[in-house]
């Protein structure tokens, strides 16, 4: 089979240094328990955080997700698609998803310290008050 650079671009493939890599390291960490529990506690932050938002907000929003992947579910993507290019130009990276991009998901570094998480909730929570205003 002949092999393009554009066979190459996907999510998954065509950096194989990379992902050999981050291998070794999650099985170095992982074996650290401190490791294992600092993500558990910040994944509660992150899921008591988005929750008062979202009781604050209004609107009906909802909060899932799991360890340190959380999504605001904004009920219309027009409310998602404004609070996260508020977002970005304040700083804060964000994504769209679901079927009708109406969730705004949450992916930070696990290494993030809690500082930075709180700094990127108010980014949201500003962008998101300014798209219902």
């Given amino acids: 089979m002949h092999c393009t650079p554009e066979d190459r671009t996907a999510t998954f493939q065509g950096n194989d240094l990379a992902l050999v890599s981050a291998t070794a390291a999650m099985n170095i960490y992982w074996q650290c328990s401190t490791f294992a529990r600092g993500i558990q506690e910040m994944g509660e932050a992150m899921r008591s955080r988005l929750e008062t938002i979202a009781s604050l907000s209004g609107n009906g929003f909802a909060v899932r997700g799991r360890g340190m992947a959380w999504g605001f579910d904004c009920r219309l993507a027009h409310i998602a698609e404004e609070t996260t290019r508020k ?34 909730f108010e980014i949201f929570h500003d962008s998101l008050a300014e798209t219902l205003k």
């Fill in 87 to 120: 977002a970005f130009y304040n700083g804060l990276l964000i994504e769209q998803c679901r079927r009708q991009d109406q969730v705004a998901k949450f992916l930070p570094a696990l290494t993030i310290d809690l500082a930075t998480l709180d700094e990127g």
